[in-house]
């Protein structure tokens, strides 16, 4: 983001940055980055033989800091593995395009977020080295559905999963006492087994006694994601299609979570902004729709204070929300040892290890019957047995398409129309129109 | 600075070249006989670097903005000619943009040149610590826009915010800064506001210590008050300086982008649910790098330099038509 250089003095130049920017993707190999290749000449020894993997990631990954790279060195002392990293997938993903289809600036091993990985290999795929055939790579080890979403239209796989988002739903124990609601999480996943409306159910009960101060759930939209990402069809159907404007489950998705903002289910809060973290701190909210990888942002926001007052129960429905995928870079020099290291990080000992230390859930459902993840408890959340509970979910996942455009889709719905039902109050059938304007708008329909 | 250097240096070259007419024969033909390409030479690096990241960028994006090219696959461009700017004609999103670019540059700039007027006024004055002063001046500028846009995102907090705090202690209700399309652009306005007018104090007070004190020993000995002082010393020997910031700030506005892309806390560059705070240029950015279409971006990205040049043909005619008289004895000078 160039914001933050802009400078007064600097407005005369400021204007041909931001037209240069604009084309920088289509013509330029992007200066600014040089860090990959320059780490990987330094480090190839006189003999030539050392060489430097780079891995590039969005946000907290957990690789590094589950000491993955340093077991794949001592593994191998002839390789060395850094990683670069940005914090938002929406700073990074235009960037790894850009990188692509400039062949150059890329790390050996790049992420993909699952929203856009159907778009990744429809217009990358021969950027990329297909890393299905690589020895290692087992496809019976993966969950069918991840193994297929890094699969593309030729029957190349091209992007290995990592982690998935199989939903629970986690709840504030001393808030759902004080309100009269049960607190053992097998009697709060019965409040709602196998439908969303007792979700919603639950929530009105809440509100008759919800403790001063306090609102059922996050937000409209945290609802939102999390219906449809249980939905058998959720914004493209199986030929590819782009159906969010009439699908009837994301309208009834969409009408459900109007419903918790109209009905004063909601803290009226938006996901990952600083509000929403302070929330999580003062406890404004008594459940959230919960990934796995919600977990740790839970216990980092909600701090200490929040140790033993969170749980978490079974979602209405098993869906996934989020999840990642490693490729690998045709542009790359070093591309069968990065498709060897692509191939390592995404084994299921590689994954178990990192749902042990970082709690992102195994995509390998191999990995479930090891005893780090079925043995799996997590203390913050009241020893909750969160390895079997998300397995479980995991399991149930439908195997829902995915499309090119799904994060756009995601964060429109989530981002234009919920929040302005959540926090204008905005009718729902005028906010959807909104949506599908903005929607229409993006995609350039 | 690029553009102001490239408009004085730029004639230089061509200066030789040229059958200079006023210019005495003899130096004209020795100019012809003997190409020096020393000029040149010294010139190549600036020129080169002009043309790499001045112009270069600015025909390529004039090239973009005729053609369908996305950030998928930005070789191949089909060519749509100026359909990319004429669907700005008939497109929503850019005018509510366009809308709150110039609401919020108003907002802005207004209250912003005002203020430091006052700043640099109070500073003028002889003042214990000035320098002190000085520097908190500039302090907000020295801040980056990141890290002043964040606390400004949690000082406008709708929950737990300082702003609807204060709000609160003297009994009004909580104010969605967020939401409410004229709180955010106002809360995104103030954020400017806060950044730049200390900046500008400090242009004004430069140019205030130019203004000879003996016309204010003047002007008091025939007894005009501070305020006259004010208006009819200080405010005319400020001409140039206020040209320029207002200039300088118009620009700024009508590129707006940091605050309000950081203002919407992290959550896209939609500027808002309702689009409330999105300006021109997080609509580019958001067309660009959001939904990935490069094309339309570059067309916006003309359009807000076509939008500057016409707002300046605009004051520029305004002037013309109204202030004749100061107009002629400016070109004299």
């Known amino acids: 983001m160039w914001s933050g250089r802009r400078s007064r003095g600097a407005y005369g130049i400021a204007l041909a940055l931001l037209l240069g920017a604009v084309l920088s993707a289509g013509c330029a190999t992007d200066p600014a980055e040089p860090s990959p290749a320059a780490a990987r000449q330094r480090s190839v020894d ?27 060195m001592r593994l191998h002392p002839d390789i060395a593995v850094r990683q670069t990293s940005l914090t ?46 690589v020895p290692g790579v087992d496809r019976r080890a993966f969950l069918p559905w991840k193994w297929a979403q890094g699969t593309g239209r030729d029957g190349r796989t091209r992007a290995l999963g990592t982690d998935i988002g199989p939903q629970a739903v986690c709840y504030r ?31 009105l009960r809440y509100r008759e006694r919800a403790p001063e101060g306090t609102a059922f759930t996050d937000s409209a939209s945290g609802v939102m994601a999390a219906v449809t990402a249980s939905a058998r069809v959720r914004f493209y159907d199986a030929r590819g299609r782009l159906v969010v404007a009439e699908n009837p489950a994301v309208r009834e998705a969409w009408d459900l979570a109007a419903a918790f903002a109209r009905r004063g289910l909601t803290a009226r809060l938006q996901q990952f902004t600083p509000g929403w973290d302070q929330a999580f701190a ?25 140790r033993g007052r969170w749980d978490v129960a079974a979602a209405p429905r098993p869906g996934s ?8 870079p045709a542009a790359g020099r070093h591309r069968e040892e990065a498709a060897r290291l692509a191939a390592w990080l995404t084994a299921p000992a590689q994954q178990a290890r990192l749902f042990a ?28 047995p969160v390895g079997a509970l998300f397995a479980t979910a995991a399991r149930g996942v439908p195997q829902a398409p995915v499309g090119p455009k799904d994060a756009l889709v995601a964060q429109t719905l989530a981002d234009v129309g919920m929040l302005q039902i959540d926090q204008t109050g905005r009718d729902p059938d005028e906010a959807w129109r909104a949506t599908m304007k903005a929607l229409d708008n993006a995609l350039d329909r | 600075m690029t553009e102001t250097r490239a408009a004085t240096e730029a004639p230089a070259p061509a200066n030789p070249v040229r059958p200079a007419g006023p210019l005495p024969p003899a130096r004209a033909t020795r100019a012809r006989t003997r190409f020096s390409p020393a000029p040149y030479l010294l010139l190549a690096p600036f020129l080169l670097l002009f043309a790499a990241f001045g112009l270069f960028p600015l025909l390529a994006t004039a090239w973009a903005s005729l053609h369908r090219v996305e950030l998928t696959a930005p070789g191949q461009a089909e060519w749509v000619g100026l359909r990319n700017y004429s669907r700005l004609l008939d497109d929503a999103f850019f005018w509510n943009a366009l809308l709150n670019t110039v609401t919020i540059g108003v907002l802005a700039t207004v209250p912003q040149l005002l203020l430091a007027l006052g700043v640099a006024q109070l500073l003028d004055v002889r003042l214990r610590a000035r320098g002190v002063f000085r520097v908190v001046a500039l302090a907000p500028y020295a801040t980056s826009v990141a890290a002043a846009t964040l606390v400004f995102a949690l000082f406008f907090g709708r929950d737990h915010g300082m702003a609807n705090w204060l709000l609160g202690t003297v009994g009004f209700g909580p104010v969605d800064w967020q939401n409410g399309p004229w709180a955010s652009r106002l809360a995104v306005a103030s954020i400017v506001v806060w950044r730049w007018t200390g900046y500008n104090a400090l242009i004004y007070l430069a140019a205030m210590q130019t203004v ?33 910031t207002g200039l300088v700030s118009t620009i700024g506005a009508v590129q707006l982008f940091g605050e309000p892309l950081l203002y919407g806390s992290g959550a896209g560059a939609s500027g808002g649910a309702d689009h409330q705070f999105q300006t021109l240029g997080l609509y580019l950015y958001e067309q660009g790098w959001v939904n990935l279409h490069l094309g339309r971006a570059a067309a916006i990205a003309w359009a807000m330099l076509l939008i500057l040049v016409v707002a300046f043909a605009l004051v520029r005619l305004l002037r013309l038509l109204l202030l004749p008289r100061p107009k002629r004895s400016g070109r004299a000078a």
């Not at chain 1, 790390?107 to 290999?121: C, F, K, M, S």
């Not at chain 1, 004080?178 to 159910?201: F, H, I, K, M, S």
């Not at chain 1, 003062?282 to 929040?306: E, H, S």
């Open chain 1, 46 to 72: 006189e003999d030539g033989r050392r060489i430097t993997l780079t891995v590039g990631v969005f946000g907290t990954f957990g690789m590094e800091e589950a000491g993955l790279y340093d077991a794949y």
């Open chain 1, 88 to 133: 938002r997938n929406d700073v990074y993903y235009p960037q790894l395009l850009t990188h692509l289809t400039a062949g150059s600036g890329l790390a050996d091993v790049q992420a993909v977020e699952v929203g856009n990985i159907a778009e990744v290999l429809a217009t990358q795929a021969d950027r990329l080295v297909e890393l299905g055939t």
């Open chain 1, 173 to 203: 124990k001393d808030l759902f006492a004080r309100a009269g609601l049960p607190t053992e999480r097998g009697a709060v996943g019965r409040l709602w087994a196998g439908d969303w409306r007792g979700y919603l159910a639950a929530g």
């Open chain 1, 282 to 306: 003062n406890g404004r909210f008594a459940t959230v729709a919960c990934p796995a990888w919600m977990l740790g942002y839970i216990q980092d926001k909600a701090g200490p204070a929040g």
């Open chain 1, 321 to 328: 929300w989020g999840g990642s995928f490693l490729v690998v």
């Open chain 1, 357 to 384: 230390r970082r709690g992102s859930f195994p995509s390998a459902s191999a990995a479930y019957a090891l005893p780090s993840v079925a043995g799996a408890r997590h203390p913050y959340f009241g020893d909750a």
């Open chain 2, 212 to 244: 000879p004190r003996e016309l204010y020993e003047a002007a008091a000995l025939d007894g005009a008050s501070r305020w006259r002082q004010f208006l009819h010393v200080t405010l005319p020997g400020l001409r140039p300086a206020l040209a320029f």
